[in-house]
């Protein structure tokens, strides 16, 4: 499988940039570009990088996107004089020409054809092309808001071209909408375009009514175009989450892609003038990781907008990291999107919904009214997240804004330590090993948790696992491993002695993760504990804030069921908790048979919380399910779970029943606005 990083860049197109006066073009700086090379290098992420040298696109493939008469009109910029530049560049809008802007025009495109070259024959796992100028607003025959070639939109037709692509997925994370790559791919089934973007009810540059989320895709293309317009500034972390959750991350899955592109603005993050967002840097280093589990992690990342040079290298810096395999940072402070999100994200939820099967609700069918009534119970007491800037001072007070530098990150060597049954070989992926022998310490501390808390329960097998989990969770706290998987033969006195030793040594809230039947003796009263369990039996109703179960049957759909609660229900739950560590705990059961692929999805989507802090406990001998669950956990891409088939709408319902039921205390599960 591939690893590695690619990092393409060239300082050369830093050399163009403004020669007059103008207020609409003056934030696309030289600066750019070189600040963020620099603090690249500061945090030592150029040397961890593969160096791909950046190329001229050739003329054919710039016709894979703009006209003839468009690329001969540009090719005539070099020779300008300033004046004729000044008047070129006034055919368009919000864009300007240089004598050199051609040319890195060229390299910017070659730059991300590079990157696509390098993915998509596997000398890397992922990277990130650094160029300048951007591409996704400009067009067929039209340069646009500062783009002159439509990088992203090329390189999706390159990939489709040259590699014989059959599902492209674009995500535009840039505060603008992209709309080149909007009209590149309307009617294009094979292009999935996803664009979030400001746009205050079309008050907000380009001002395009297309923009909105009723632009759904024309013919064919029906279903493939999503548009998430933000009605508001001051959108935050939580906003963005919700975004991913509700909207982007199930259709991605749905779509299932064989490649990952993304436009990579960072004008959506706190501190751009132009877009007046507050998300902080670390949220693209959760953007990144919730994104690479896709299409086998095959992820080209591509500089668009971001003009707080502050920001948008910290922004550059968490995206490359990320897809380095740095431990993810801490967000803090999570809550519900407001409600200005919630009403775009229940508004593109439901012009997709006769194109996505898990956007279908339940609540079409015939006990919808019911349903209808309960939710507006649930929901006339929700509290609602009002955003910190009410419109008309955010506009003076979000370029001043100061926020806290970005932590440190790193991943120590040895990432993931693993306890396989005695007698078993598991092979053992890179940053991964054998746990091996357990300290006096850890010894005597499983012994004393015996004592204390097990009495007659425990035996010589547990005892073992006592230590072998003790052990990892020592070497956690002292951050020589990241996370660990240990096999185990009685579920419930290991879950015990784990919450026990992780609750008094290593976090203050422990996210457990339950795939299995009956129930864990786990005592969630004090709410330290947040229990999620997926399991094959129907329980007993619930009420405590603290505790969600899913029950999912085998067989059909299981897949797209379990995946569809993991995105909109368990990730949402677990963002807002917060946990300092995850315990993944599988028991066995019927359905295991169907469960490594989407289990191995699952870990991989939990590496954004606690750090990476994740401990396995498996149940039994399944060697594949281990296997699997050591890859994710050694932060290796996972094989992609292909086409899903609809959930069970029984599944839903069970679903949209824990939404309703938890939404009150957890926000971020929300998806429509109150009803009042
Ligand atoms: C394009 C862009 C691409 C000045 C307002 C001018 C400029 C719009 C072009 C933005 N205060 N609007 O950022 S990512
Ligand atoms: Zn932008």
Redesign the pocket.
Known sequence: MASGCALIFDEEMSRYKLLWTD??????VPERLTVSYEALKTNGVVQRCTQVPVRLATEQEILLGHSEEYLEAVKQTPKMTTEELMAFSKQY???YFHPNIYHCAKLALGATLQLVDSVMKREVRNGMALVRP?G??SQRSAG????VFNNVAIAALYAKKNYNLKRVLIVDW???H?QGIQYCFEEEPSVLYFSWHRYEHQTF??NLPESDYTSVGKGKGSGFNINLPWNKIGMTNSDYLAGFFHVLLPIAYEFDPELVLVSA?Y?SAIGD??GQMVASPEIFAHLTQLLMPLAAGKMCVVL????NLTSLAQSVCQTVQTLLGDLAPELSGLSGPCESALESIQNVRRAHSSYWSCLKQSDTNSDANSKRRKLEENNSEVKVNENPLPDAEAKETTQDLVWPEPVHRSAPAVRTVVAPPSGAQVSLPDGCQPLGGISKAATEEAHRIWKKDFKDEADQMNLQAFGNIISVLDKMKNKEVCNGCVSVSDLNVSVRCALQHALTHLAERVLVVFIGDGKLPVDTSDGKILLIQICGEESEEENSTSRMSLHFKEGEGFTAGFIQAVLGLLLPLAYEFNPGLVLGVVGEGKWMSHLPPVWGHLISLLQGLAQGRTLALLQGNDKHLMEITVLALSGASVPPLGALAAPRPEDVEMMEKQRCRLQKRWSLLRCTVSES
Do not use: Q, S
């Not at 207020?23 to 696309?28: T, W």
């Not at 646009?144 to 783009?147: E, K, R, S, T, Y």
């Open positions: 207020p609409a073009c003056e934030i696309e809008n919000d864009v951007p996704h607003h646009n808001g500062f783009c840039d505060v603008h992209g540059w380009p603005g004008d003038p132009e668009e907008g971001g003009y």
